[in-house]
């Protein structure tokens, strides 16, 4: 439930600062997030490399302030700029076990120690 409240706050606060929209859905295992114009990847269509940081950072670092750690491995499955509808990624619902931490495992890199 607080992991669902902390991913609806990010939400809005991405409609709010800016003219993206975003939808969530919530399976058992996980949070599923679209994002349509994405500001990240406006204009760079068919690039076939994905261009998201932005989003997965301000999803993963606004996690990270509202519950005071890197726990929830965010990973980008989609983007416009390889041709896709719109940019999507998922939040698992389970924290990072102790061996994916630091194995590459989280979708981009880790935060740095301090950050953690």
């Not at 994002?35 to 990270?64: F, K, M, P, T």
């Not at 924290?95 to 935060?111: A, D, I, V």
């Amino acid at each position: 439930m607080r992991l669902r409240a902390s991913l609806e706050t990010i939400a809005y606060m991405i409609e709010a600062t800016s003219d993206q929209k975003v939808r969530m859905d919530e399976s058992s295992s996980h949070y599923h997030i679209v994002i349509q114009d994405c500001i990240a990847c406006w204009g760079l269509e068919d690039q076939h490399s994905r261009y998201c940081y932005y989003n997965v950072g301000i999803i993963r670092g606004g996690l990270h302030y509202l519950f005071g750690k890197d726990d929830y491995p965010v990973q980008e499955l989609a983007c416009i700029t390889t041709g896709d509808q719109a940019c999507e990624f998922i939040v698992r619902k389970f924290p990072f076990s102790e061996n994916e931490r630091g194995s590459g495992k989280t979708g981009f890199l880790s935060l740095p120690a301090h950050l953690r």
